[in-house]
């Protein structure tokens, strides 16, 4: 059967799904996280880079006799080059490389997915699919720094993540009359809200970087700028090793001293003090976000919850909305823990939703394009 094949490269690991041609069946999707998940099999291989991670893709491929007559990648950042799908090309692939400041963790490897599958498949078409793209039409105030222009036009201004995630969802709700104001919260390892009026983004956490904005598991979000001159000026850190905080240090996982796994830390909150402040903060961002995104829109008509802890951690949907109900925002606490796909009370004016997004589904219709 001739297929096209999604590949959706995070900073550490690596999704892929197989679709017919008309995207009527999805033959295969699995992640690749330090091991290789086939169906109900499992091969430990320890960490692996990127490239190993798609030489497996291609083993599955082949054992599997599929045909892939073309390949669509979820690429973080597109800078102000990149707003429509596109084929990656030697001189697109130039300007990836030189995006890589912009997203340092998640550039390099998807560039190395992208040449791996370039070798085992040369004659087949590959195309980049970029998560700022849904960003692109922002308003002027939320599109830029309050920093000299000048910076502006180096690329210094607010992208936002997520965006082929926030497509899924808003395809989603459209047939379920979602009103015009709608506040969508993807979280999971990587977390952010966004803002969507009609359709288009007017704002949303995640910024230059996918660092931004809210507490992650291991990702700071914002931060006081004189938090960062201080670890610089006055502990000597040097930028390398502030990266390495920010991204890989910081978070769920720096506050609760143990983990930035959400599961993890409800387990542990009982008798672990760290962990439930970890939580709480959580939490608590994830709120004060809802009500200023709410402020952004002039009130919201729905809330998704969406992304691995937004799809799968009822305590933390109930924790967050419990001091939102002056925007209307009122949750059935019964249909939130049976996991149901509403979970609004009937005197919420507010309709708040579970949603699964589909990025890879959303790769495979921009990639479909270029058949």
Known sequence: METILTVNCGSSSLKFALYSLKLEQLLLGNVIDGYTKIGEERHEHGAVTMKEAAEEVVRVLRARSYDV???????????????????????????????????????PPSLDVIHALQEAFPALKQVGCFDTAFHQHMPFEARHYPLPRALWKEGVIHYGFHGLSYESIMQQLQPLSPGSRVIVAHLGNGASCAAIQEGSSLDTTMGMTPIGGLMMST??????????????????????????????????????????????????????????????????????????????????????????????????????????????????????????????????KVTVRVMKTNEELMIAQHTQTFL
């Open 69 to 107: 007559r073309i390949i669509g990648h979820r690429i973080v950042q597109g800078g102000e080059k990149h707003f429509e799908p596109v084929i990656l090309d030697d001189g697109v692939l130039q300007s990836l490389k030189e995006l890589v400041p912009l997203a340092p963790l998640h550039i």
């Open 219 to 348: 990702r700071a979000g914002d931060l006081d700028p004189g938090v960062l001159l201080y670890l610089l000026e006055e502990k000597g850190m040097t930028g390398s090793e502030l990266s390495r905080m920010l991204n890989k240090s910081s978070g769920l996982k720096a506050v609760s001293e143990e983990s930035g796994d959400v599961q993890q830390l409800l387990e542990q909150e009982g008798t672990h003090p760290q962990a439930a402040e970890a939580i709480l903060m959580f939490c608590y961002h994830v709120r004060k976000t809802i009500g200023a995104l709410a402020a952004v829109l002039g009130g919201v008509d729905t809330l998704v919850f969406t992304g691995g802890i937004g799809e799968h951690a009822a305590t933390i949907r109930s924790r967050i909305c419990k001091g939102l109900e002056f925007l209307g925002i009122v949750i059935n606490e019964k249909a939130n823990e049976e996991k149901a796909n509403m979970i609004s009370a009937n005197d919420s």
